[in-house]
T-cell receptor, first 114, second 116 residues
Framework: EDQVTQSPEALRLQEGESSSLNCSYT??????LFWYRQDPGKGPEFLFT???AGEEKEKERLKATLTKKESFLHITAPKPEDSATYLC???????????????FGTGTRLTIIP | DTEVTQTPKHLVMGMTNKKSLKCEQH?????MYWYKQKAKKPPELMFV???????INESVPSRFSPECPNSSLLNLHLHALQPEDSALYLC???????????????FGPGTRLTVL
């Protein structure tokens, strides 16, 4: 069974204080790993897709990296508007018609203090 | 355009009511999804449609009935719900190619459902 574990559960940082969020996964063949940002009461907003170990993607203050067992979301010099829950999800590479299922982690609630 | 729209934004219904949630996308995606999300929990998959056919039903109670009238629209019909069904209902879409879908899912803003 595919599993995704995110840590820490919650993280409070001062504005400008860089840190990393972790996503550890167990999947029977990785098709893709996805990072989303979710604000309270809203739908998840797509951030990144990573397909293979060693891959890196960047967007503004965020950088996502991938190894064979985990992914990191690095946040550099965060601002208060970066406060949100960050979700990680994996998709397995089973070739079955209609198998588009994602397995989500429980998320990291990030708070940036001005 | 990576927008998925959902209506209504909020819905309050009694346990004997019948209501429907609607979702629309114009990205040419052929896979569409319904998720249920409780507070401080990740989205929980309910249904997947691929090429307008139901491909995954995660053992959802029959009081939830999905429908995919065409490749752009997805409905969720609600009947005789329970208070514990109150949650944020999210629609998403993605590319679906060949025998297996790939690529990222794009989510709508959700419908906040309250069952009294």
């Amino acid at each position: 069974e595919d599993q995704v574990t995110q840590s820490p559960e919650a993280l409070r940082l001062q504005e400008g204080e860089s840190s990393s969020l972790n996503c550890s996964y167990t999947v029977s063949g990785l098709r893709g790993l996805f990072w989303y940002r979710q604000d309270p009461g809203k739908g998840p907003e797509f951030l990144f897709t990573l397909y293979s170990a060693g891959e890196e993607k960047e967007k503004e203050r965020l950088k996502a990296t991938l190894t064979k067992k985990e992914s990191f979301l690095h946040i550099t010099a965060p601002k208060p508007e970066d406060s949100a829950t960050y979700l990680c999800a994996v998709q397995a590479s089973q070739v079955n018609f209609g198998n588009e299922k994602l397995t989500f982690g429980t998320g990291t609630r990030l708070t940036i203090i001005p | 355009d990576t927008e998925v729209t959902q209506t209504p934004k909020h819905l309050v219904m009694g346990m004997t009511n019948k209501k429907s949630l609607k979702c629309e996308q114009h990205m040419g995606h052929r896979a569409m999804y319904w998720y249920k999300q409780k507070a401080k929990k990740p989205p929980e998959l309910m249904f997947v449609y691929s090429y307008e056919k139901l491909s995954i039903n995660e053992s959802v109670p029959s009081r939830f009935s999905p429908e995919c009238p065409n490749s752009s629209l997805l409905n969720l019909h609600l009947h005789a719900l329970q208070p514990e069904d109150s949650a944020l209902y999210l629609c998403a879409s993605s590319q679906a190619q060949g025998l297996a879908a790939y690529n990222e899912q794009f989510f709508g803003p959700g419908t906040r459902l309250t069952v009294l």
